[in-house]
């Protein structure tokens, strides 16, 4: 971190960049600084992966899960990980570190394609994105309404989603998932540029990106300590896939993540934290609804 800092890379004179421009009024400096807005700058990749557990969702109907869940996961993340590691090296490749840092709408996929090929590249950007929001939906929805659907057969949530119709699809799960989704894109955002004093209206998309990255981040933690905890209870029970290095790997999981969500927690307060504190409301409602479960619903 000090030789990075002591660098050019670093120097505000030679790209523009440094602490206070990525954080207004972030009071730690130097490498520790670094180290901070490094796990904040963590919220895009993060996002990235947020559905990689997704595949497990469908494991009662996967054959031979115990196999094919862990190459899935294996395998699929991997592939996630070179492409944006690829791309990320395309984008220093084509742009300075202030035209990351400034780009429109913080899109510097769109930005890189019109560096490359103007117009054109643009045109194509959006067509690749909406491609992938195409399918990246589809993955999302189906699997999504899964989570109800094994909710409500453990007598966690309203009986009727726990049905299927006659062709198996949850379906019900299916409307309750698409009404909670249309909710969230109702509220509106307003920016005023302090300079001219324009409004700028938007949605809460972006807000949204930061509350889902520390809820995962969150669950991540309770998931593997789940196994850590499971491991203890149950040493008899067949396990057709061994964690490498554990319990080491587990930890160190538990560890970083638990790091990223202070780090988010601090720096990004009004999204995080707020983000954080949905998730811990639904300690009371489960307790509540154990105790006073409407089964008849």
């Known amino acids: 971190n000090c030789a990075a800092l002591a660098s050019h890379w670093w ?25 901070l807005l490094f796990g904040k700058a963590m919220i895009g990749p993060l996002f990235a992966q947020t559905a990689w557990t997704n595949v497990t969702f469908v494991g009662s109907e996967v054959r031979d899960p115990g196999r094919n869940l862990s190459r899935a996961l ?21 742009l300075r570190l202030p035209e990351i840092q400034n780009a429109p709408q913080n899109r510097i996929a769109v930005a890189m ?33 899964r989570v109800y659907y094994a ?3 453990d007598n966690l949530f309203f009986r009727k989603v726990g049905t ?26 307003v920016i005023i540029n302090n300079q001219t004093g324009a409004y700028t209206f938007g949605n809460v998309y972006t807000q949204l990106l930061e509350y889902i990255v ?23 029970a067949e ?28 720096l990004a307060p009004s999204t995080s934290g707020i983000g954080i504190l949905i998730v811990l409301t639904g300690v009371p409602a489960y307790f509540l609804w154990r105790t006073h479960s409407p089964t008849s619903l």
């Open 11 to 35: 120097s505000a004179t030679a790209n523009g960049w440094n602490s206070q421009a990525a954080q207004p009024g972030l009071a730690a400096t130097g490498g520790f600084a670094l180290a």
């Open 151 to 153: 909710m409500a057969r």
């Open 239 to 266: 396990r057709p896939y061994r964690t490498w290095g554990y319990p080491v790997v587990p930890f160190v999981s538990i560890a970083l993540a638990a790091v990223l969500i202070v780090d988010l927690a601090c």
């Open 113 to 145: 394609m019109r560096a490359i090929f103007g117009r054109p590249g643009v045109l194509a950007m959006a067509a690749a994105i909406m491609i992938s929001t195409f399918g990246c939906n589809n993955g999302l929805i189906l699997a999504g309404a």
């Open 164 to 189: 299927t119709n006659r062709f198996d699809v949850p379906a019900f799960a299916l409307v309750v998932q698409a009404a909670w989704t249309t909710l969230l894109t109702l509220p509106r955002t």
């Open 214 to 236: 520390s809820a995962d981040l969150i669950f991540y933690v309770l998931l593997v300590a789940a196994v850590l905890i499971l491991r203890k209870k149950n040493p008899a």
């Open 74 to 94: 294996l395998y699929g993340c991997a592939v996630v990980v070179v492409l944006y590691v690829l791309a990320n090296v395309a984008y220093i490749a084509s």
